[in-house]
């Protein structure tokens, strides 16, 4: 990764093997997850959209999916698990969703083909580049000569010129050397996107019958190193082997169940002040 010209490398820090990362293309890489859990013998269904909980005596025992063709179909099990992603499904219909005010942030992003990219270790190197006040340029090499950069800002810094999005974009763009430097003759593949990042994480993680998992817990929308998606992946590990069934928590037990769900707040707001600290040593 670098970061204001400055590189930094994890693997000369953490000896461990979270040292190395990977740039995916996200649909290949859900494709992949897919058929690797057919493999190990889960059952997938597609084209099926979960549209509401099935609960029972304060448990949940159960969702209500509906297919392509409208038809709603009812599947009942001892233990749901939630891995909506920023979708929060559960988190929704529940009302556990808590949103942080001043954590949102507007995204607009590209994929460019023929941008230059550094040589040797640098080549694939995650860049962050700041822009004034706390907003930032990203520029991620991904394959097939294909680079991912974006800006990220406040909504008034984002809009204060423009609704345009290749203009908003193009004049962020224009105001940092390296950025402008590397993305010279480079083509723009596809189209010009946005969205906005909400923070937010849930009240609760749990309840007889159900586990909310990874981003559905909580998710921190400001687009930088992507450490939700972290607290995802670990979350999701925690809840392939343990949760709590329809009847409680069973081998679990009760303190485990008070970590799960009172342990949340903790951890997301060591994250965000981990989050602050790294900001602050980086000027952003």
Not at 165 to 174: G, H, K, M, P, V
Request: glycine share 14%; aromatic share 10%; charged share 25%.
């Amino acid at each position: 990764m670098v970061v204001s010209r400055k590189p930094f490398y994890f693997d000369t820090h953490i000896d461990h093997e979270c040292a190395q990362t990977w740039q995916v293309t996200r649909g290949l890489f859900d494709a992949m997850l897919v058929d690797q859990c057919r493999k190990v013998g889960v059952t997938v269904v597609e084209g099926m959209q979960a549209v509401e909980l099935i609960e029972q005596n304060d448990a949940v025992v159960g969702v209500v999916a509906r297919g392509l063709d409208r038809t709603e179909h009812r599947y009942r099990a001892k233990m749901t698990m939630d891995a909506s992603g920023g979708h929060g499904f559960a988190m929704g219909q529940l009302g556990w969703r808590i949103y942080d005010p001043g954590l949102e942030k507007v995204a607009i992003w590209g994929y460019f083909k023929g941008a230059k990219r550094d040589e040797g270790k640098d080549e694939g190197a995650t860049t962050i580049t700041y822009l004034e006040g706390k907003n930032w340029l990203w520029y991620i090499p991904l394959q097939d000569d294909i680079v991912s950069v974006g800006v990220v800002g406040d909504d008034d810094y984002i809009y204060r010129e423009s609704r345009d999005l290749q203009t908003i974009f193009e004049t962020a763009c224009e105001k940092n050397t390296w950025i402008r430097e590397h993305m010279a003759g480079s083509q723009i593949a596809g189209k010009y996107r946005s969205c906005v990042h909400r923070s937010y994480r849930s009240r609760h993680c749990a309840k007889n019958g159900l586990v909310l998992l990874g981003r559905c817990v909580f998710i921190f929308g400001s687009g930088l190193f992507d450490r939700d998606v972290y607290c995802a992946a670990h979350g999701g590990f925690g809840g392939g082997g343990r949760g709590p069934g329809a009847e409680g928590w069973g081998c679990l037990g009760q303190p485990v169940y008070r970590v799960w769900r009172e342990g949340v707040p903790r951890d997301r707001d060591a994250a965000e002040t981990g989050l602050r600290l790294l900001r602050g040593s980086l000027q952003l």
